[in-house]
């Protein structure tokens, strides 16, 4: 549309002139506006304001037979209006049939929120075999016979034999549990039903002990199939607590679990397994024959253990040449499978930061440390800080080589650990005590000696008045040492008798109403004055020890800031060339000694015949 000019609009009575002159070809009226477009016939259109319900001018433009159409917009109105309605069902249409789909599904929930969880993994989708668990040889040789009926249970039932109804997996965690239970799977090749038992327990009553019976009942219908239960211990600690008496829900989820183990219905076919890391919380009634009939330790691997572990998971990995994993099994005591995966899952990821095509030793150190000890921080900078640092890991290390009944000192270094870690002095720990289990009283007393190196060297050094608090770690592990060593191995003069127990988490149904302590007050200053006296004869054994020692402590911290990490090897050939060098120094004194004490005793004898 052209724009107005105002002047050449023309005025309301040159319009009407204009039409009796005809010079207008057509008029639109818009009433709504009040005004009219005019077409005039030279090309011009122009808008001129009118009277509202103006009759003038269409008497002018009906005798002058002018065409005059009116534009009135309702029809636009009416277009927007009915979309605006349109739009407005359309959404109300949406929401309710948002809401009958939420309705719809909150009452599907509710009708199976009693269904069980679990999860099944169909027969033969299990790719876990026992030859993919290692490092557990006498747990899998206890379990072969469960595979054994579940392939052919006529072995079994033609001479009047039952297979354990459950079957109890205890161990440290990491050990490989889960993983042994998968591995039965496996090799049976059938049905496999997995659960937390966490996910039995639900806030509303009666719901577990429903997902119990739903769970069962689903296994019947596979059977044989076998059941896992991750976390046992969730449901089955004890009972009797007193709180919540027998409407509690963990209570009633362990008795509907209880029958279906052994109730009135037989679950033939049916294995179940179950995992914990705390045995000794369950209910007596879920361990008793007809339940849980055999309980199978999971331990911590051996030496040899550890190294099929390793070569387990090297399978999938690029190892070095210089990887010896009986050297790796022999350097990881202590560790278990989830360990062992874990050191080797992060010297792969360091090789490949590395760039690097394959894992070699040194991946497999920094990844030893990383998992042990933690990430590693920004070096520290020579000052009186790092030599301090270095003389307190330099009494740890000395000590651990000088004490025969000590571990093996791996090695000492510098360099600082995320955490506040300074440095460290890093031990092998007897792996004979590890798998035995037994704890020599002079291994003991040797920790004790070792842990108060640090801050035996700080006084020999620089004086009992400027130790640090770097120690305070080191004590509290005194301190606890200490104290089990006369409260529950019997090595003080209280005797051999057992004052304390295990420290455990207090549950219900256990432990709520046990006292603590179990002797007399005086007996407990007796057993503070025996803990403070084995910490100050550690703590002057370590100065004794390291007193005539001082140039080669001297020695030993300068290599330290030097290379800032010295291995278990070398540490120890500078401590035995220094004691070499003693033992002939003290040799040589002896022998001159007794040179002149039989001078002596020659000039002594001319005298007295004189």
Known sequence: MPKRDSSDTPSYSGLLKAIRDGQVEQLQLFPREDEVQVHFKDGRQLRVPVFSNDQQILRT???????????NGQ???????????????????????????????????????????????PEGSISVRFDDVAGIDEAKAELQEVVTFLKEPERFTAVGAKIPRGVLLVGPPGTGKTLLARAIAGEAGVPFFTISASEFVELFVGVGASRVRDLFRQAKAKAPCIIFID??????????????????????????????MDGFEDNSGVILLAATNRADVLDSALLRPGRFDRQILVELPDRRGREAILGVHGRSRPLGDDISLALWARRTPGFSGADLANLINEAAIL????????IDEQAMNDA??????????KPLQDSAKKRL???HEVGHALLTTLLPAADELDKVTLLPRAGGVGGFARTTPDEEILDSGLISKAYLQARLVVAMGGRAAEMVVFGPSEVTQGASSDLQMVTQIAREMVTRYGFSVLGPVALEQDGGEVFLGRDWTRSQQHYSARTAKVIDQEVQQMARAALDRAVAMLQPRRELIDALVESLIEQETLDGDSFRAQVARFEKRADSSSKELSAELNVEAAQVAVQT?????E
Do not use: C, H
């Open 351 to 358: 090789t490949a930061r590395r760039n690097r095509s394959a």
């Open 368 to 377: 030893l440390e990383r998992v042990t000890m933690g990430l590693s921080a």
């Open 61 to 71: 433009a009906e005798a002058a037979k002018v065409p005059l159409s009116v534009n």
């Open 605 to 609: 004898g001319i005298l007295n015949r």
């Open 389 to 391: 640092i270095a003389y």
């Open 231 to 260: 976390e046992i211990d969730a449901v089955g600690r004890q009972r009797g607590a007193g709180i919540g008496g027998g409407n509690d829900e963990r209570e009633q989820t362990l008795n509907q679990l209880l029958t279906e």
């Open 75 to 121: 029809g636009d109105s009416a277009a927007a209006g009915l979309l605006v309605n349109a739009l407005l069902g359309l959404l109300l249409i949406g929401l309710l049939v948002l809401l009958l789909r939420r309705s719809a599904s909150v009452a599907q929930r509710a009708l199976g929120f009693g269904r069980s969880q679990a999860r099944l993994q």
